[in-house]
């Protein structure tokens, strides 16, 4: 499913000022070669820069934050963006 048709079905569900909370893998411009590598194999086959989830985002939210997630924790390195979104 697509990040925007997931915002959309969402958005619809939640009660004013209720949360979406997610977790996502991200591109970024500095981002080295093998992460950038994985990353481009997500099965979601949407993943974008963190600014492009935020602009999806906004057109069904009314506050979005953004947290970056270097992705340091895990076996393999993976940036990710986490996002909280209000309606």
């Known amino acids: 499913m697509c990040s925007s048709d ?10 004013p000022g209720g949360l979406m909370v997610t977790a996502d893998p991200c591109f970024t411009k500095d981002q080295p070669k ?15 820069f963190p600014d492009q989830y935020r602009n999806l985002l906004e057109r069904k939210f009314s506050h979005v ?7 340091k924790l895990l076996v393999f390195p993976h940036a990710g963006v986490i996002m909280v979104a209000r309606k």
Request: a negative charge; zero cysteines; aromatic letters at 12%.
């Open 6 to 15: 997931l915002s959309d079905e969402v958005s619809e569900l939640l009660a």
């Open 34 to 48: 093998f992460s950038n590598f994985l990353t481009s194999f997500d099965r979601g086959q949407f993943v974008r």
């Open 65 to 71: 934050d953004l947290k970056m997630h270097p992705g």
